[in-house]
């Protein structure tokens, strides 16, 4: 694990999805960053979440930077919690023959394009002299080289996808805003409803609680600088195989 927290936020944070890990984090910010107004932000709005946010829906991305502009402070982080693996009419698939096209368009859709538009829609807070930190879930089987046991097509994909658009923003915003950070983290398995049809064969051990996976999610955070931009790392801090 990583070494005690070395970074100081002051001012706005928003954490996109508040399900198991993102309420985890929010709340795991608050406890750890005094300084930090930290909002959240979900499809269901108030009062599950700070503010309502479809991340797949352009006309709400296209009113946020409004929304947090509005709450006077410097936007700080924006850490995007927001992911599908499975759901009505969605299932990983095992073998080529469950492959489908709108099966692949919803994994792509919340896993890979919805964080980048999400950082899209927050650019025009960014400040060229002020420190600022995206990050975004990502997945150990999101990662190609690490990939031994095949299946889970769609998922696996839109993940790398996320990996390769995440880590060209931050080239771009080393170049445009010095100061930012651009993280993809994955937390390891967590008892969330995500990971909860497919953890029978997970160690005891293994299985993190989201208070847990947030605590150590927020210590790698918080060691990240901008000469670090664009790792992909786990969530005790170790880089992953792309």
Same mark, same amino acid.
């Given at each position: 694990?990583?070494?005690?927290?070395?970074? %100081?936020?002051?001012?706005?944070?928003?954490?996109?999805?508040?399900?198991?890990?993102?309420?985890?984090?929010?709340?795991?910010?608050?406890?750890?960053? +005094?300084?930090?107004?930290?909002? %959240?932000?979900?499809?269901?709005? +108030?009062?599950?979440?700070?503010?309502?946010?479809?991340?797949?829906?352009?006309?709400?991305?296209?009113?946020?930077?409004?929304?947090?502009?509005?709450?006077?402070?410097?936007?700080?982080?924006?850490?995007?919690?927001?992911?599908?693996?499975?759901?009505?009419?969605?299932?990983?698939?095992?073998?080529?023959?469950?492959?489908?096209?709108?099966?692949?368009?919803?994994?792509?859709?919340?896993?890979?394009?919805?964080?980048?538009?999400?950082?899209?829609?927050?650019? +025009?807070?960014?400040?060229?002299?002020?420190?600022?930190?995206?990050?975004?879930?990502?997945?150990?089987?999101?990662?190609?080289?690490?990939?031994? %046991?095949?299946?889970?097509?769609?998922?696996?994909? !839109?993940?790398?996808?996320?990996?390769?658009?995440?880590?060209?923003?931050?080239?771009?915003?080393?170049?445009?805003?010095?100061?930012?950070? *651009?993280?993809?983290?994955? +937390?390891?398995? %967590?008892?969330?409803?995500?990971?909860?049809?497919?953890?029978?064969?997970?160690?005891?051990?293994?299985?993190?609680?989201?208070?847990? !996976?947030?605590?150590?999610? *927020?210590? *790698?955070?918080? &060691?990240?600088?901008?000469?670090?931009?664009?790792?992909?790392? !786990?969530?005790?801090? &170790?880089?992953?195989?792309?």
């Amino acid at each position: 694990m990583v070494e005690a927290a070395s970074t %100081t936020w002051v001012g706005l944070a928003l954490v996109v999805g508040p399900g198991g890990i993102g309420s985890a984090v929010a709340a795991e910010l608050k406890r750890t960053c +005094p300084d930090l107004k930290v909002l %959240t932000a979900g499809r269901h709005g +108030p009062p599950a979440s700070s503010l309502h946010l479809d991340i797949e829906n352009d006309s709400d991305l296209d009113g946020l930077s409004a929304s947090l502009d509005a709450e006077g402070l410097p936007l700080r982080l924006v850490f995007n919690c927001s992911g599908r693996l499975h759901g009505p009419g969605l299932q990983p698939e095992k073998r080529l023959q469950q492959v489908d096209r709108s099966q692949l368009e919803q994994q792509f859709g919340i896993n890979a394009m919805a964080p980048i538009l999400l950082a899209k829609a927050i650019e +025009p807070l960014l400040q060229r002299d002020q420190p600022f930190h995206f990050a975004s879930l990502s997945a150990r089987v999101g990662s190609i080289g690490d990939n031994r %046991t095949g299946g889970w097509y769609g998922y696996r994909a !839109a993940k790398a996808a996320q990996n390769q658009l995440l880590r060209c923003l931050s080239i771009e915003w080393a170049r445009r805003w010095p100061l930012a950070t *651009v993280s993809l983290l994955h +937390p390891g398995t %967590t008892d969330t409803d995500l990971s909860r049809p497919f953890q029978s064969f997970v160690a005891a051990d293994k299985l993190f609680s989201p208070e847990r !996976a947030a605590r150590q999610l *927020v210590e *790698v955070l918080l &060691q990240q600088t901008p000469e670090q931009s664009g790792a992909f790392l !786990a969530w005790d801090g &170790q880089s992953i195989d792309w």
